[in-house]
């Protein structure tokens, strides 16, 4: 199995920045598509941005276009989300997610095999 841990969530008042990071354990990770997801208290879980594993494709939901920035770096098996003009609906818990086979639907939880727990990211006004 391919293990996922988070870090880099807190509290941020709005319009600040947070790195969020996700390091993976095998030997295998620079063939995996790996994406960001969220969770707001009562709402559904929400796709928030995805690279593929080749770094040729990276997608974003519309609402953090321009804001956000996903990266990966396969020498230390981890993904990172750099946040940046954090707003009050960005609070939320953010995990990270990886996929194992190949996809053209990023943005869809079931392209991904493996999830992180989460870490929280609050802004505040």
């Known amino acids: 199995q391919v293990q996922l841990v988070e870090s880099g969530g807190g509290s941020v008042q709005a319009g600040g920045s947070l790195k969020l990071s996700c390091a993976a354990s095998?030997?295998?990770?620079?063939?995996?598509?790996l994406g960001w997801f969220r969770q707001a208290p009562g709402k559904e879980r929400e796709f928030v941005a995805g690279?593929?594993?080749?770094?040729?494709?990276?997608v974003y939901t519309e609402s953090v276009k321009g804001r956000f920035t996903i990266t990966r770096d396969n020498g230390k098996n981890t993904v990172y989300l750099q946040m940046n003009s954090l707003k009050l609906e960005d609070t939320a818990v953010y995990s990270c997610?990886?996929?194992?086979?190949?996809?053209?639907?990023?943005?869809?939880?079931?392209?991904?095999?493996?999830w992180g727990q989460g870490t929280q990211v609050t802004v505040s006004s």
């Open positions: 690279i593929r594993w080749n770094s040729f494709l990276t």
């Open positions: 095998g030997r295998t990770f620079s063939t995996y598509d």
């Open positions: 997610a990886a996929g194992t086979r190949r996809s053209s639907s990023p943005a869809a939880p079931a392209t991904y095999d493996y």
